[in-house]
């Protein structure tokens, strides 16, 4: 079988990277098995110990067909009426998009959670940094739920409060902690917008910053204009694939690995980089390689590739372009009917785009479809079982960030709102 026909074969085929994905989520919901993310492109991650677990969902749910799960949500939806706010991430499965009142990335999403303080209540459809997230932006009157508990995101979990605060300690003793003669500090820690509360609110106190994909580019020359280098966590593909086209040299952005004495370099290779990247990754993102690239290419000639910004820096670099899930979206609604384009970024939007769009040929680079283990535990099941729990006057599963935390995560995140409104 030549290249393009083995392409094009495994294209027909849509394997699935795991076939635990065929099963529903409450499958996974054991509190036994701390260890495992569930099945789907982060399965060999290990899950914190502190990280939430779902408890069972209630046998009702758990058996009841999908058309009775939309009638739920809907009829709940329509009696809570505008005391409730339900956002959806473009990672999430169509089931759940259909209910949702903003779609977005985890940007205009954040920003969704300020847009509504009438509504009690925000049912986050996402993971739990942008539930945490949600719950920082939000007035304290409002609660936010996510579904599923276990829907946390395994690149944040790779970096947390405690390694990140002894990262900054040693990278301080080496690079000195007295501003340069242009006033500039010797650090500034970014954090991207996949982190925990406890990390947004490390960067408030330390002069720091968040970021999203949409927005890393403003968030870097923001933070350049005030530091002499950049602590940025904890995607190191974000952070290097926005400062390299920003014209930085990529042999001075070192990466941390928390799991090393000193991060596995010397004190003078943290004096000279402009860029300190975490050793953290989307185990989604990182899937996609240049030979997909160049197998796509093959079989459709004239292809467009565009890749999200936690793609590897070679992917990248091979792609035609690069941007947040937003950017993903515009691009193909922009491009001309009977367009090719490979998308590199989660399977849910991917095909939710070549749905949308018939007169364009529209998949992912990566014919084994892989979506985000998390983001798929947010299942219809979870979303009616917490909309009927509110109809009944109970929270459940309600994401709060404690007063200190989200006081100073806020700077960092209002930080960012300004720099990008
Ligand atoms: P954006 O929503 O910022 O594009 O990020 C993608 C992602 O991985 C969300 O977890
Ligand atoms: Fe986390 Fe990657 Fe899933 Fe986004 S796609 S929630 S970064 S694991």
Known sequence: MTAVDEIIARLDARQTCDTGLTLDPWAFDNPQSRNSYGPGAS??????????????????????????????????????????????????????????????????????????????????????????????????????????????????????????????????????????ADGRAPIVPVTYMNSSAALKAFCGRHGGIVCTSSNARAVLEWSFARGQRVLFFPDQHLGRNTAAAMGLDVDRMPVWNPYKPMGGGSPATYRQAQMILWKGFCSVHQRFTVEQIEGARAAFPGVTVIVHPECSMEVVNAADGTGSTAYIVKRIEQAPAGSAIAVGTEINLVNRLAAEHPDKTIFCLDPVVCPCSTMYRIHPAYLAWSLDRLLEGEVVNRITVDGATAEQAKIALERMLRVHP
């Open 43 to 180: 399965i060999t991650d290990s899950v914190p110990r502190s990280a939430p677990r779902q408890g069972l969902l209630p046998e009702l749910y758990r058996h009841s067909t999908d058309d009775e799960l939309r009638e739920r949500i809907s009829s709940a939806k329509a009696t809570l009426g505008s005391s409730l706010l339900i956002l959806g991430h473009y990672y999430q499965r169509d089931e759940i998009i259909e209910h949702a009142d903003f779609v977005g990335d985890s940007f205009q999403l954040a920003k969704n959670a300020t847009e509504r303080p009438d509504a009690e209540h925000i049912v986050f459809c996402g993971v739990h940094f942008m539930a945490e997230t949600a719950d920082i932006l939000s007035t304290p009157e409002q609660s936010v739920t996510l579904p599923n508990l276990s829907a946390g995101c395994s690149m944040a979990d790779m970096a947390d409060i405690n390694q990140v605060e002894d990262c900054w300690e040693q990278l301080l003793e080496a690079c000195g902690s007295g501003a340069a």
